[in-house]
């Protein structure tokens, strides 16, 4: 701890290091699975961990640490992930803030787990069973796979179902789809037609429950993974991938996309 700091009453220190919790601009938090024996069930979780930094403020000494996490279990904010394969213990503590970090949930690359897009025991799946908080608050996703999932897989509309209250996707850019004007459009139809699925299922939602669906913000965004953070495409520039432009970019557009 910075010696400045030693010299303010403790009380000022807490209300600093809260401060510091609470102001940290979002933070991207992946999702990723742990090594482990494989040969079990594909109903199974499979023990997962955020290879994502902890807030800044974790790390600066231990009174910071201890604030933040009293503050973070205060509001909700401690994710555990229960796995069969871990016995009793939930896994590592996972720090995220609902109303402003960003769920990264990475379905492709050299650490792909082996059940890690399953509707059932996948990344996104595994996050819904989360305890020590309530995961239908969460608000922000990055999703990878955009075009299979759109088009081929339905894993991923199955399973963003269960989480009410997003209301921003972004949708990850590969090589492939920036190098090439045909995937540029398909990514943008594949885009459209995540949302336009997970409307529907909303407007189900809301039918089952009795209720007049009333769209909430939403907004979707594009972008390459640059250093561990999120580079942002500008709307300007994909709306012109596609004779689609960015109207469908919303729950409140009832006009199909695709």
């Not at 943008?188 to 299922?201: H, Q």
């Not at 994909?238 to 109207?247: I, L, R, T, V």
């Amino acid at each position: 701890m910075s010696p400045s700091l030693l010299i303010l009453p403790k009380e000022i220190r807490l209300q600093i290091w809260s401060h510091a919790y609470f102001s940290q601009p979002p933070r991207l938090v992946a999702l990723e699975t742990l090594p482990h024996n494989e040969e079990h069930p594909g109903h199974t979780f499979c023990p997962r961990y955020s290879p994502s930094p902890a807030p800044t403020v974790v790390n600066l000494c231990h009174e910071s640490r201890a604030e933040a996490r009293y503050q973070a279990l205060k509001a909700g904010h401690i994710v555990q992930l229960p796995h069969p394969l871990g016995g009793p213990n939930p896994g590592p503590d996972l720090y995220f803030r609902f109303s402003t970090d960003i769920l990264f949930i990475p379905l492709l690359g050299p650490r792909l787990g082996h059940y890690d897009s399953s509707p059932d025991s996948g990344l996104l799946a595994h996050f819904h069973t989360a305890i020590a908080s309530n995961p239908t608050l969460l608000r922000s996703i990055a999703i990878t796979k955009v075009i299979q999932s759109g088009f081929r897989d339905g894993s991923l509309s199955n399973v963003l179902r269960e989480f009410p209250n997003i209301s921003r996707i972004v949708m990850m850019l590969t090589e492939d789809v920036e190098n090439s004007d045909r995937e540029k459009e398909l990514f943008v139809r594949a885009a459209a037609r995540i949302v336009r699925m997970y409307k529907i299922d909303l407007m189900s939602r809301a039918r089952g429950k009795g209720e007049t669906f009333r769209p909430h913000l939403f907004d979707v965004e594009f972008a390459r993974l640059r250093g561990g953070t999120l580079d942002i495409v500008s709307k300007e520039i994909w709306k012109e991938w596609s004779d689609g432009g960015d109207e469908w970019a919303t729950l409140d557009n009832s006009e199909p996309f695709w």
